[in-house]
């Protein structure tokens, strides 16, 4: 788990220039339980077409980098169908992606993809 931390902190070098435009655009995707506060995952209403091919490429790029093909397409496609754009870019901004429970379960889902 300490190597994606540090593989997306690389990313991020990459990805500021898609970041910083702001592509995406819509309502949070990644809601928080009352009950558990536990923020839970929805379906991304923009089905990951608000993703630049920019920021798609940079994520794959770093990902490959200690992960399998399969396993990094794996978790690209689990994030995008399940947070905005814009959430990501929040989230990279405040540094929180990688300790997101979407990006964590992502991995989680693709471990063995």
């Known amino acids: 788990m300490q190597r994606a931390s ?3 902190t690389a990313a991020m070098a990459m990805l500021v220039a898609a970041l910083v435009a702001g592509c995406g ?5 990644v809601t ?14 923009y089905r990951g077409r608000d993703y630049p091919a920019r920021f798609e490429e940079g994520f794959l790029s770093s990902c490959f980098e200690d992960s399998s093909k399969g396993q990094c397409v794996c978790e690209l496609a689990y ?3 399940h947070v905005t754009y814009q959430v990501v ?25």
């Open 6 to 8: 540090f593989q997306l």
């Open 79 to 81: 994030v995008e169908a």
């Open 32 to 45: 928080t339980s009352q009950a558990s506060g536990v923020a839970t995952p929805t379906t991304n209403t």
């Open 89 to 113: 870019v929040e989230e990279f901004q405040d540094s929180t992606f990688v300790s997101s429970a979407a990006y964590q379960r992502a991995t989680q889902t693709c471990k063995h993809a």
């Open 25 to 29: 655009a819509g309502t949070t995707s």
